[in-house]
Each structure stands twice: as C-alpha cells, then as structure tokens.
C-alpha cells in the first residue's frame, strides 16, 4: 500500500517570515541588500510597458516596477500621489511590494500602527519608512500586483515559464508584466533554480540565502527578469549557447549565465546591518503601536460601559446628553407596545373572519339534501326535507348513485340486525374487551333526531375520521348496526366531493358499487 504522503523533495518551502506581532523586521529578516542592488542597478534594459509616445526609451528595473505599480487598476489616488510626490516613498513601496511578490511577506501583516484588525500582525520596518507615508498592509498589496496589466494586451494571463518563453520567441516584449513574471518564478522555484543555477538553489534562495552575496543574488535575479521579459531566442533553442543574445546581467567571465558568489562568515557579519537610526525609529514605532493600542482599548472599554448602562438603566445621569436617550427609549416602548396592540386586533379580526367563512361553509354542506324515500334514514330534517326540491333529476350522476347505495345498506342491514335480535336476543361476539358505552347500537327511532342535528363541534378531516372509526367501533358488527352522527354525514359528502373532482363528467358513467 502506497502513502499519500509527498516525499521531501516535493514539499512546498515554507518561505514567508514568521515574526510575533509587534516585532520589527529587520534589514537582516527582509535582506536588505539585496533589495538595495536590484533597485539601483543603472542598466536601462528594460522596455516600458506603458510609453507616452512611439518610440520611448528603454528604462532601469527600478522605474519598470514603480510605473507598473502606478498603472495598476488597484492602486489608490492617494498611493500614487504620494509615491508621485516622493520618490524616497515610492522607492521603499516598491521594495516591500517586491517581498510580497516573491512570497517572504505573507498576508498576515500589516505596515501601518493604527491596524485595528485582529487577524493581522503589526511589524515596522525601520529601513523601510524613511518617510511618513502609508506602507498599508500585505494583503492590499498583493491585491495591486495582481491586478497590473499590460497595455493592449487582452490574451489570458501566462501562468508557466514555458508560456512566458513562448511570448518571447513570438516577438511579444515584453512577455508579461514583472509583477506577473515573478509570481510564476517564486511559483516554480525549484524548476528554475535546477534550469539555470544548480540543484542546490531555488529561485527563492535569491531573498534568503544569507550565505550568498547580495550583489550576485540581486544581479541574478535581474538576470532572469531580463531573460523572461526581453530576450529573443528564437532563432536557438539552447539558452546557453555563446553565441546566442547577450544577458545585461551576465558574467562577462562566464559567457552569458550569472555567476553567483558564496560568502565567508567575516563577510555575511557586512551585510544586512541596522543602523542606529533605524534601532531608535524601531523602538519609537513599537512604542507608538502600544500607545494606539491602548488608546483603542480605552474607546472600546468606555463605548461598551455606554451600551451597558444604557441597555441596564435606560438614561443617563441626567445631563444634557441623557435627556434625550430617555425619550428617545420611552418613544421606542411606546411604539413597541402601539405595533403590538395593532397586531393582536388584527390577528383576532382575521380569526374571526375565517370562522365565520368556516361556519357558512359548513352550513352550506350540511343543508344539501339527500334523496330518500324512507324519512325514518333520512340525513337531514324530515321537515326541511319537504320543502326541498328533487334532487334525483340525473338518475346517473354519482352523487345520486352513491346516496341511494347508502340508503339500500342501511335499510338491508337494519332488518337483518332486527331478525337477529328477535331470535338470539343477545349482542354478536366482540373479541375487544369494552364498555358498553363504548360500542351500542342506536334505535331507530333515535337516528332520525341525531342526523338532523347540526355539528355541534369544527367538522373532522377524512383522516380524522377514519381514525374516530377505527378507534371507537367494532369491526366485527355491520356499519349500519353502530351509531351514526353528522361527521358520518360529513365525511361521506367529502368523499362525494373527491369522486366528482376527479370525474369531472356529467352526466358520469356508471359507478361499480
């Protein structure tokens, strides 16, 4: 059985600093120098994604990334007005923007001493806020890169180093915007470091790698920027060739692949060193972060104490400002009570009104009359049945059929209930054990009153019925032989009501009964 577990080899690096809230990243923590090199390196190589005329010069890495952040949809007015008007800000923007691109800073930080959120660390970085401006947070700039694009250029995004390469040898220049060039690079680390530096270096070791020199891991990581972005091999398919395009960034000694140099620890101890001016504004900014800390602590104590007091006492300590809070809760009682007195009237009005609409339709189904030649079997009043009309003008309609198959049931089975009781003289077997004020017989005589009574009680559901049936009569004596009421009545006019719903005919043909 194989585990699903990956191999160390394929395991993602976990790159992103980790710091404690509050803590200050130092030149050493983001390599410092190596930003500095990238940054201040001379050579306009690069094109402009974005020239103001037709033919525009070539232009240095550091004003590529800079006018890519500036073109970018997702960039605030007030973010390019102040790297606009100072370019000491823009310069350390684009710096700390560079750490998130290659993924040292991960989105759980934040720049700025006023972050309120708690699902963000608050880290100063000393040699990064030469100015006063806003470094804002990781997520917010991750969000700018993201969202740069090139002019013109409406083809999906390319998301592999063979796509970019591809765009290159067509004659596109640039391939991509740097922004997107380095999140494929730091995507596919491994690959480019085993492609074009060694088995032992990763595109990322450029960021991390202290044992490196900060000049040789910059000019490296430019090497590549110019490779992806802007030369041509289109003409050779080996990218080492020696007589291929030259790399501005190449090692003249080395034909045309950067060479990177490996440090003593005498030299690692001359990169990467705060300075004293940063040590102090390091302690400054922790101490003001504890200062808005604080401050928010307190607002947040004394706004809660207000919702307290004012959810317990409703009022105030009879100031100017209490006064109305007191009214304004009285209002709001007032009001509840009104809304709520409103809404019982109308519950109980509607309720009326379908019970009233229930009893008329009640009425109107208990007073349909029944065909019967016998009165003493009749369903409704002998006297109101008099005076009722005929109802058996359509000798097929089902309604007629099925009452007049009650009507022959009851008759039949009433005299051989009679016969019965002459000759035995005594009640049929009932495996049940019951009262007798559970299971009787109702006289004839008795019927006639109890058909012509009106419901006394809300009529029963079919289901409801059935149920009484089950649960108060004994299955082993006839149906006509128990006691019927006017929710037998009741029921048998709803299932009419079903059997002519689903006919839908007239006349209807002959029911098998």
Not at 334 to 354: C, D, H, L, N, P
Not at 383 to 408: D, E, M, T, V, Y
Request: hydrophobic residues 30%.
């Amino acid at each position: 059985m194989s585990s699903r577990r990956p191999s160390p080899s394929t395991q993602k690096r976990i790159t992103a600093l980790k710091r404690a809230d509050g803590e200050p990243l130092t030149r050493f923590d983001i390599q410092y120098d190596v930003l500095h090199y990238i940054f201040h390196d001379v050579q306009a190589v690069f094109t402009d994604p974005y020239p103001s005329g037709d033919s525009a010069p070539k232009i240095t890495f550091r004003d590529l990334y800079i006018k890519t952040i500036l073109h970018s949809p997702k960039a605030t007015k007030a973010l390019k007005d102040k790297m606009a008007e100072s370019e000491t800000f823009g310069e350390d923007f684009a710096m700390l923007a560079l750490l998130v691109n290659v993924g040292r800073v991960n989105t759980t930080m934040s720049f700025f001493p006023e972050m309120k959120t708690a699902i963000r660390t608050y880290h100063p970085i000393p040699s990064l806020q030469r100015t006063t401006g806003n470094l804002q947070d990781a997520p917010r700039i991750k969000h700018i890169l993201k969202s740069a694009a090139l002019k013109n250029d409406h083809a999906p995004t390319p998301s592999t180093p063979v796509d970019i390469l591809s765009r290159v040898k067509s004659g596109q220049v640039p391939s991509t915007t740097v922004m997107n060039l380095i999140f494929v690079l730091a995507n596919h680390s491994t690959p480019i470091g085993r492609v074009h530096f060694s088995e032992k270096l990763e595109f990322i070791d450029l960021f991390i790698r202290e044992t490196l020199s900060s000049l040789s891991r910059a000019r490296a990581f430019l090497w590549l920027c110019y490779h992806y972005l802007e030369s041509s091999v289109e003409n050779n398919d080996d990218d080492y060739d020696d007589d291929g395009p030259t790399n501005p960034f190449a090692d003249s000694r080395r034909g045309n692949i950067p060479i990177i140099v490996h440090l003593s620890d005498t030299e690692m101890t001359q990169e990467n060193v705060d300075s004293e001016e940063e040590k102090i504004l390091a302690e400054k900014l922790v101490t003001q972060r504890l200062d808005i800390l604080k401050t928010q602590g307190a607002k947040e104590l004394s706004k809660h104490s207000k919702m307290s007091n004012l959810r317990i006492n409703g009022v105030g300590d009879g100031d100017k400002e209490s006064a109305p809070t007191r009214e304004g809760v009285k209002l709001k009682i007032k009001r509840s009570v009104v809304k709520q007195a409103i809404g019982t009237k109308e519950r109980e009005t509607s309720s009326a009104v379908r019970n009233s609409k229930f009893r008329e339709e009640n009425d109107r189904d208990l007073s349909l009359p029944v065909p019967d030649t016998d009165e003493e079997y009749s369903l409704i009043d002998p006297g109101r049945a008099k005076n009722q009309p005929p109802q058996n003008k359509h000798p097929h309609h089902p309604q007629s059929q099925l009452r007049s198959h009650i009507q022959s049931r009851h008759i039949s089975s009433e005299t051989e209930a009679r016969e019965t009781t002459r000759h035995h003289h005594r009640p049929r077997y009932s495996p049940y054990q019951s009262s007798p004020s559970s299971f009787h017989v109702v006289p004839a005589q008795d019927r006639h009153t109890r058909y012509g009574q009106r419901l006394s009680t809300p009529p029963r559901s079919m289901l409801e019925q059935a149920w009484h049936i089950v649960t108060t009569t004994d299955p082993l004596l006839d149906s006509d032989e128990e006691g019927a009421d006017e929710h037998l009545r009741h029921d048998y006019i709803q299932r009419l009501k079903v059997i002519n719903a689903l006919r839908r005919k007239e006349p209807t043909p002959e029911l098998g009964l």
